[in-house]
């Protein structure tokens, strides 16, 4: 049985187990977080915690590059196996404004955006949004989960919120000093797509529970929006296929945003959360146990 390792024992873990079992896969947790690591002598003796029963030592393949990459290097040095999303596709993906870049010079649209890289002068970005009607979107350039969005009614608003930024990105710490702003686009529909090797295999739209939608606009379900599985027109499909093949990510989720004008790709992931089996197409764990396969016999 091949042995697939999981950097995470959250949803995805849980849910993946025992449908890949079926497909021959035995999915196994590699602990690389809140633990210590050995780097030296014995540093391929992972000690899973002392709670945790699915952890072990050996795998064959590993399914997503641990989320954080300084403790991924470590934990992973003396493993010396492939990953579905390696290193690299985790970055890619990590990076909104190079994803947004990346996808507009291949011609695959998103919403009008542009970096500001501290420090910059207030002047700076109220030049950048000359363009922009209000009210845009703030962003974190590599947070997750909504962490840090903000949206800015007017200039004022949009500079108070920079000031908060700045101060962040003034601790000598903080490796990324870079944000987003974007344009907003009301009443868009929220979507994410799934992509395995190339294809899509299903799909949620995102909205808020009607107690909760009430003055809130951002539908990330860790803020406690709820994903509906839904049959995607084949517009999103094919948008999304084209993000996952101009980012080169074999496995990704795609989040679309769509009126009743425009489709864009808003974000991408490469270590996405995998819901329940209903909201995915027949042959999701099919494609899933394939490209885990093919990763480890390729890299044999």
Known sequence: MLRLAVTTTAETFHRLREPLADRG?????????????????????VTPAADDDTAVTEFDVGLVYPGRLMEGAAITAGLDIPWVNGREAVLTSRNKSGVLAALDAADIPVPHSVMLSNPVAESAVVDAVAELSFPVVVKPNSAT???????ASDIDSLLGVVDYLDLIHDFRATGDKSYLIQEYLPDARDYRAMVIDGDYVGGVQRRLPADLAEGRWKHNVHRGAEATGVDLPDAHRQRAERAAAALDIPYLGVDLLATDERLVVNETNARPTIDTADKYDSGFYDRLAEIIRDTAENSS
């Not at 196994?28 to 540093?43: F, G, N, S, V, Y």
Request: glycine share 8%; hydrophobic share 50%; proline share 4%.
């Open 25 to 45: 896969i035995d999915a196994a947790h590699l602990q690389a977080k809140e633990r210590a690591i050995p780097l030296t002598d014995d540093a391929v003796a």
């Open 145 to 151: 989960r909504g962490v840090g969005v903000a949206k």
